[in-house]
């Protein structure tokens, strides 16, 4: 059965450093997605894409945050400059529309020290 | 706006006993309320879900009712197996305002012993 991918599972960072986190949604599906869950509160919507371009956004994605879908695979989510609050998991996922379910990968575990 | 708030955990139980996670929620029109089930290292999975009041939905032997006069959307389960623990989530999606991203609660994780 296709399944969303995320890599890397884990990831340590500085302070203020840039970090990148891939996703490959499943092949036929048109929209995109990124949530967060700071430990031990609620997932959190960031950000959904559609047609290359940002169809809606929360107040949490902030110009610090940026998304991209630069091959016909991937589905990136850049911080360019982590603070310790950025430290959360993060899901991707995907739907094939915007009203139908959404599959999420299993996520990547974010530390910013 | 929207809100889900749904028990706090762990919930620790026996095989074969009956399980209850508890789903309220706040939203200013007629949510979708959804399900969703994370196993051990693996992504957020739809479980069920239910679209208008009085619905059931029920997947794996799981079931939730939607309940507008309670504002409440109970997971329950008759005889859980080791393989449900997990972590379970409450969600709404309230297209009012033309959007169709999920609102979801924190998680309750389930733990069935042996």
């Known amino acids: 059965e296709p399944e969303v991918t995320q890599t890397p599972s884990h990831q340590v960072t500085q302070m203020g450093q840039e970090v990148i986190l891939r996703c490959v949604p499943i092949?036929?599906?048109?929209?995109f997605y990124w949530y967060r869950q700071i430990l031990g509160q609620k997932v959190e919507f960031l950000v959904s894409?559609?047609?290359?371009?940002?169809?809606?956004k929360s107040e949490i994605f902030d110009d610090q945050f940026s998304v991209e879908r630069p091959d016909g695979s991937n589905f990136t989510l850049k911080i360019r400059s982590t603070k310790l609050e950025d430290s959360a998991m993060y899901f991707c996922?995907?739907?094939?529309?915007?009203?139908?379910?959404?599959?999420f990968g299993p996520g990547t575990r974010l530390l910013v020290l | 706006g929207d809100s889900v708030t749904q028990m706090e955990g762990p919930v620790t139980l026996s095989e074969e006993a009956f399980l209850t996670i508890n789903c309220t929620y706040t939203?200013?029109?007629?949510?979708?309320l959804f399900w969703y089930v994370q196993y051990p290292g693996e992504g957020l999975q739809l479980l069920l879900k239910?679209?208008?009041?009085?619905d059931k939905g029920s997947n794996k032997g799981f079931e939730a009712t939607y309940r507008k006069e309670t504002t409440s959307f109970h997971l329950e389960k008759g005889s859980v197996q080791v393989s449900d623990s997990a972590v379970y989530f409450c969600?709404?999606?309230?297209?009012?305002?033309?959007?169709?991203?999920?609102?979801f609660g924190r998680g309750t994780s389930l733990i069935v012993h042996p």
């Open positions: 969600a709404l999606s309230d297209r009012t305002g033309g959007s169709y991203i999920p609102t």
């Open positions: 996922a995907s739907s094939k529309g915007q009203q139908e379910t959404q599959y």
């Open positions: 939203a200013t029109g007629y949510p979708s």
């Open positions: 894409f559609y047609n290359n371009e940002i169809s809606e």
């Open positions: 092949s036929n599906h048109l929209y």
């Open positions: 239910a679209t208008k009041a009085d």
